[in-house]
């Protein structure tokens, strides 16, 4: 069974630049959550997708936006970039009566 | 106020020793998860072990055991056996009570950095 998926592996930015992550939940799942993980802080709460709806939404202003499509996958979208963007963002998936969620690889992001 | 919180920002074990970090949460809803995530220095989160409020023992997988004291609001994770592998950050997580579903978002605390040393 194939794992979350996310894409790109790393990228790097300019300030005020907008940049679109991608992730696939594992098949099955309807859930999608996005986190932010700066360096040295734990992970912070971005986004919670289910159904194609969105469901809860962490303390980030709103040029953190997102979606999810009707076969689940998820994009997080990230306006006018700031240098303070930079992190690893971890989206992962699951499904009701699933207690744990399932993390990808995550997507590095750099804002220069 | 946190929800999570882990007091130690880094931990030392000798291989084949076992270590416990600690975690305390926060939280008014009679129902919610405790979780435990070890993360390498690849990144990815890797679910360790599972605990849910309404649960009357601990949980154990394999060589983690999830040491629960409800009164306390305490979920101390211990590794027995520490092994070279085991060298990660490790993070506590919560999820709180939605009627009862299992989904939601999880609260992660700041992490504690374990080092195996042989």
């Known amino acids: 069974e194939a794992g979350v998926t996310q894409s790109p592996t790393h990228l790097i930015k300019t300030r005020g630049q907008q940049v679109t992550l991608r992730c696939s939940p594992i098949s099955g799942h309807t859930s999608v959550y996005w986190y932010q993980q700066a360096l040295g802080l734990g992970l912070q709460f971005l986004l919670w997708?289910?159904?194609?709806?969105?469901?809860n939404r962490g303390n980030f202003p709103p040029r953190f936006s997102g979606r999810q499509f009707p076969n689940y996958s998820s994009e997080l979208n990230v306006n006018a970039l700031e240098l303070e963007d930079s992190a690893l963002y971890l989206c992962?998936?699951?499904?009701?009566?699933?207690?744990?969620?399932?993390f990808g690889p995550g997507t590095r992001l750099t804002v220069t | 106020a946190q929800k999570i919180t882990q007091t130690q920002p880094g931990m030392f074990v000798q291989e084949k020793e076992a270590v416990t970090l600690d975690c305390t949460y926060d939280?008014?809803?009679?129902?919610?998860?405790l979780f435990w995530y070890k993360q390498p220095s690849s990144g990815e989160m890797i679910f360790l072990i599972y605990q849910g409020s309404y649960d009357q023992q601990n949980a154990t997988e394999g060589r983690y055991s999830l040491n629960f004291q409800k009164a306390r609001k305490s979920a101390n994770l211990v590794i027995s056996a520490s092994q070279l592998g085991d060298s990660a950050m490790y993070f506590c997580?919560?999820?709180?009570?939605?009627?009862?579903?299992?989904?939601?978002?999880?609260?992660f605390g700041r992490g504690t950095q374990l080092t195996v040393w042989p």
């Open positions: 997708y289910d159904e194609g709806e969105e469901r």
């Open positions: 939280t008014s809803d009679p129902s919610y998860g």
């Open positions: 992962a998936s699951n499904v009701n009566r699933a207690y744990e969620q399932y």
């Open positions: 997580a919560m999820r709180e009570g939605e009627g009862g579903s299992t989904l939601g978002r999880l609260y």
